[in-house]
């Protein structure tokens, strides 16, 4: 059995426990005050069952048509005037069954007639809408806390997933393999050269308080994340020494310019990673910046060959895509390969 018949089913067996409890009742009231004719039995069914269908079409109606989408006014008048009309259908059913089963005979009520008076008329409404109007409240509600309860369990998936991405992008920034080479080279710097150890474990310090700063919101200086990716690469220099070598081309009106922390860091650290320490005897590592228009630009540039693992699903890069779907859409980012080096862009409004 699939999901939508399984619900189906669920759903009428409520409908037959409501409405069937509401037929009860109105054989109950018929039979305490009058005798229990088929006539009564007939008004029941009919109404009954009459109105289980007006509450599966107001359903129905009220799906299809977006009502619980929209202001909660337009839902409260659509519903309003929906159990209002309503009731008309099986009113004008029971006349016809109660006016032709009285004429042939097929039914019997205390005094052998149907009162269609226009006092009548508008009682047998009322006990029409009252009902409807009562089960389209319930199921109003019930659908509105379903709603704001699912919307709820959205927010917090999408939190969750959010919070996993932050999670991933820090465990990734605070790399175990960039911490144990920072720790070993500061061990052999100790007994060495002290004044480069100090100013190591000052660099490792800066670089460690932004990775764990890394999830504000807001932007900063383009000159101020420089200072951190100075930091990075002065730890990284003293690991491979002379394999990295790095060139600047930085305008100075770009200084200025803002950007999501820790993308540009990212940029340099995947450039590192994947290009400076996979190519034999290292290479030159490109940072230029500078703005054009109301955007700032970065590039990224390495040695080495685009790897199919790195084009733009890994870990850091997922992280920085989703710091740039958070701004403006006109934020963009490619890795192509340029001859033997592999370059990064960014392009960030400003």
């Not at 029409?128 to 309860?149: D, F």
């Not at 030159?284 to 109301?294: C, D, F, K, S």
């Amino acid at each position: 059995m699939t999901a939508p018949t399984r619900t189906w089913i669920q759903r009428q067996a409520l409908q037959a426990l409501v409405w069937g409890g509401f037929m009860a009742m109105m054989l109950s009231i018929s039979r305490r005050y009058s005798q229990l004719s088929s006539g009564a039995w007939a008004i029941a069914l009919v109404i009954g069952f009459g109105l289980w269908g007006c509450s599966e079409l107001l359903r129905s109606r009220a799906l299809s048509r977006g009502w619980l989408s929209g202001p909660g006014y337009a839902l409260a008048g659509k519903t309003a005037l929906a159990v209002i009309l309503l009731p008309a259908i099986p009113q004008l059913t029971l006349y016809l069954v109660l006016t032709s089963g009285l004429k042939f005979g097929w039914l019997s009520l205390p005094g052998g007639v149907a009162d269609y008076s226009p006092g009548a008329v508008f009682f047998y409404w009322i006990n029409s809408a009252m009902p409807l109007g009562l089960w389209a409240c319930v199921w109003v509600s019930a659908q509105a806390i379903h709603r704001y309860r699912q919307g709820e369990f959205s927010r917090l998936r999408a939190e969750a997933a959010h919070s996993a991405l932050e999670f991933d992008a820090l465990r990734a920034r605070l790399n175990p393999h960039f911490i144990f080479n920072a720790l070993n080279n500061l061990r052999a710097l100790i007994n060495e050269d002290t004044e480069r150890a100090r100013d190591l474990v000052t660099r490792l310090s800066n670089t460690l308080r932004h990775a764990l700063d890394h999830g504000t919101p807001q932007n900063v200086l383009l000159s101020r994340e420089l200072e951190v990716v100075d930091d990075y690469l002065e730890i990284e220099r003293v690991h491979y020494e002379d394999r990295l070598q790095v060139d600047r081309d930085l305008a100075a009106d770009a200084m200025n310019a803002t950007l999501p922390p820790m993308l540009l860091q990212l940029l340099v650290e995947n450039a590192i990673k994947h290009g400076i320490a996979r190519t034999p005897g290292g290479g030159r590592l490109l940072l230029q910046a500078r703005v054009e228009g109301n955007h700032l630009h970065l590039m990224v540039e390495n040695p080495g060959i685009l790897q199919a693992d790195i084009r733009g699903h890994g870990v850091g890069l997922s992280y920085l895509r989703s710091r740039l779907a958070q701004g403006s859409d006109d934020g963009k980012f490619s890795l192509t390969q340029q001859g033997d080096r592999v370059r990064a862009t960014l392009e960030i409004p400003q």
